[in-house]
């Protein structure tokens, strides 16, 4: 039994220059796929709103873990460091 991934259609222009707008890149990414899946499934407004915004947060999180241990030279002090 094979299932099927909803097709995920292209933001509209207008969703897609808000969220450029807002500075929201990780909804812009899944917004396509999100929209799909809650589409097929009949999800609540505020779950698919929920979900992306979620994706949001959770992809910015990571953002600046990385960006922190960039700034930080940790990754390269530890790198470097002697091994015994």
């Given at each position: 039994m094979t299932v099927k991934t909803p097709v995920s259609?292209?933001?509209p222009n207008?969703?897609?220059a808000l969220l450029r707008r807002l500075r929201m890149p990780y909804v812009r990414h899944a917004a396509p796929e999100v929209l799909a899946i809650a589409k097929s499934q009949g999800w609540d407004p505020?779950?698919?709103l929920r979900v992306l915004l979620a994706e949001e947060a959770a992809r910015r999180?990571?953002?600046?873990i990385r960006m922190r241990r960039r700034a930080s030279g940790l990754l390269a002090t530890i790198a470097s460091a002697p091994h015994h």
């Open positions: 259609p292209p933001l207008e969703v897609d505020a779950e698919m999180d990571q953002a600046t």
